[in-house]
């Protein structure tokens, strides 16, 4: 199928372009598996660089040009391959997340590079899921793949994915298996018995209803959760699975970045649930550029949710020019990837002369930053302790007593906003905290208005120096901006479960062990991950950190009681404490540009 553009504009003459556009192009896998890809390639000439991406949200559905164009691509000179991965709509086989990415995306990328046109390199791209299928098929290292641009995606399970801090990530495992996985796979199952999709669709579309409705979330045990036909059982089958299960380290990129040898370019959001990650898979490309005398890594974040590039985000407006439709008026982001794939498959070394190696946008201030790295030269850390009577301050604490609320797991604080990925009832991105900074279970501790704009950039933690009268529990730390106003904006949150506390130990480490519980009524130093942040808080706004012990739906609820909610329904109402004193000085800890 041709597809023609004029490369003038309507009033000149320009050169016709033509792409062609084939569909179910067929790769057979090592097994004997057949997966279908639609290849938009230039109508002549060659041969071109194959660019390759791999998901399970349907090749033929519509994607965001914004973030990548493949019809644009094809007319810069490109072979885009778009293939469903196995078990997904047009492919063969059955789906299995995760685990078939490593053998597919290995045959899948040697395959692009034999196709009619293609110059034998091949670059991948794409965003979340189909960011992961580019870390799981370069850490097989095939011999074609010479260039990688992960989007908001992740390499750890453990760090925002399936779990954060110990505690499941309920409402985005949950939402995604049901509302974004579910449906294909009941087509598939019942595709040619019309009268059993009629009864089966309805079942479906009920439990999508429910949880974009907010109450979906609301069953104990969460192994009771509605999962009709047993569709999503992988999912409901992994909140079992606590950070010491050996599957995670099977699935992990963590410890294999070694392995690639592809150069990458990293596109996050300050408000995507999987920036974090972003963040460590940019600097172990970075460590592993050093050690191997690859290129380089890239970064570009934004102040984006996930997969949203707009310039409104939450209860923000942060100007065009920070939309992924423009990004600092340099062009699109498909724009931005080609020129990447330029200079590393084309060696075209100049086309990356006007992009910087880190670019950040700055939230507050509302602009574009440029670096040579991550993190970024002349950061330095700078700790806020919590202070009797709900005070923030750069000065350590005095002897006092420690705050304290009930934490009752029937009562729940509420998710507003943040770095999340849950059904739209729950939007993403700054939101004002102020309605659950009101309630009873929530401590409050607030800075004197800033004498001078403050620019955070870089990582951002928590150590809390609490204690429980249960067994086992949770603790969620924010980070607001507060306006002249009164409004209290979410910058970035984290949560800590104590029986996981050894492994996170400390900000971006990730050491898996077996959870221990806790002894009621003992104090104990948690590190709470905040990930990190761009932001210039302008003078006259405060600061403020926020303690509770849930964010529903977002983090699965913490019983009490030392057993699972996958489990488990009893649940009792835990004491907790939070020191600021002395000996025992919970703080959070930012890094600040500036003076």
């Keep these: 199928m041709p597809l023609r553009e004029k490369s003038g504009g309507p009033e000149e003459e320009g050169e016709l372009k033509e792409i062609v ?35 399970p949200y349907g090749k033929d559905l519509p994607r965001d040009a914004t973030y990548f164009d493949p019809v644009k691509a094809a007319l810069h000179g490109y072979i885009v391959v778009v293939q469903d991965v196995r078990g997904r709509f047009r492919s063969e086989g059955e789906f299995s997340p995760y685990s078939q990415e490593f053998e597919d ?23 979340s899921y189909y960011g992961k299928t580019q870390w799981h098929a370069a850490v097989m290292r095939p011999p074609a793949l010479r260039s990688l641009a992960p989007g908001i995606t992740w390499g750890n399970h453990l760090n925002g994915a399936q779990l954060r ?52 979330y609301d069953v104990l045990p969460t192994l009771e959760l509605p999962d009709p036909d047993g569709l999503a059982g992988f999912v409901l089958g992994g909140l079992r699975r606590g950070v010491d299960d050996g599957i ?105 002369e006007a992009d910087p190696p880190v670019e950040v946008f700055v939230m507050g201030e509302n602009r574009w930053r440029s670096y040579e790295e991550w993190p970024v030269p002349g950061g330095r850390s700078e700790e806020w302790h919590l202070h009797p009577g709900g005070r923030l301050s750069r000065q350590a604490p005095p002897r006092s007593e420690p705050d304290a609320y009930d934490y009752d797991p029937q009562d729940l604080a509420p998710t507003r906003g943040g770095a999340t990925l849950l ?37 951002v933690w928590a150590t809390l120096h609490a204690a429980s009268s249960a067994p086992d529990t949770d603790f969620v730390v924010r980070l607001t901006d507060v306006h002249p106003g009164g409004r209290s904006v979410l910058i970035t949150d984290g949560i800590i ?20 519980p806790i002894e009621p009524g003992r104090a104990y130093e948690y590190c709470v991950d905040l ?46 404490r939070v020191f600021h004193d002395p000996q025992r000085p919970s703080r959070v800890t930012l890094t600040v540009l500036g003076r």
């Excluded at 479960?497 to 221990?516: C, F, H, K, M």
């Design 21 to 55: 556009f084939q569909q179910d192009v067929p790769a057979r896998m090592r097994d004997g598996t057949t997966l279908y890809a639609n290849v938009y390639r230039p109508a002549g000439g060659g041969p071109y660089p194959v660019l390759l991406t791999r998901l």
């Design 105 to 127: 995306g290995y045959d899948t990328v040697e395959w692009a590079a034999r196709l009619p046109g293609s110059d034998g390199r091949v670059g991948m791209w794409g965003l």
């Design 165 to 216: 801090g110990g505690v499941q990530e309920l409402g985005i495992v949950y939402y995604w298996a049901e509302a974004a996985i579910a449906p294909d796979l009941l087509f598939r199952r019942y595709g040619r018995d019309r009268e059993k999709l009629s009864k089966k669709l309805p079942e479906l579309l009920d439990v999508i209803d429910t949880i974009l409705a907010g109450s979906g």
């Design 248 to 352: 995670y380290e099977h699935f992990n990129i963590d410890g294999k970045y070694g392995r690639v040898g592809a150069p990458s370019f990293h596109i996050g959001g300050w408000y995507d649930c999987f920036i974090g990650e972003t963040l460590r898979q940019y600097e172990a490309m970075k460590r592993r550029a050093e050690e191997a005398g690859m290129t380089p890594p890239r970064l570009l974040v934004g102040p984006w949710t996930h997969a949203d590039f707009g310039s409104t985000q939450g209860e923000l407006d942060f100007g065009m020019a920070s939309s992924g439709a423009f990004v600092n008026a340099r062009g699109d982001l498909t724009e931005r990837q080609l020129r990447w794939f330029d200079a590393t498959l084309k060696g075209d070394r100049a086309a990356l």
């Design 423 to 459: 059904a739209p009832i729950h939007p993403s991105g700054p939101a004002d905290q102020r309605p659950v900074e009101e309630r009873p279970d929530v401590l409050v501790y607030t800075s004197d208005p800033l004498p001078e704009d403050r620019t955070l950039l870089g990582p």
């Design 497 to 516: 479960r104590a029986s996981a506390r050894e492994s996170y130990p400390a900000p971006g480490v990730i050491s898996p062990r077996r959870p221990t």
């Design 531 to 576: 990930w990190a942040t761009g932001i210039t808080l302008r003078a006259g706004h405060r600061l403020r950190v926020a303690v509770t012990s849930s964010s529903h739906p977002r983090w699965e609820r913490n019983l009490n009681t030392g057993e699972s909610a996958a489990v488990s329904s009893q649940s009792q109402v835990a004491r907790q």
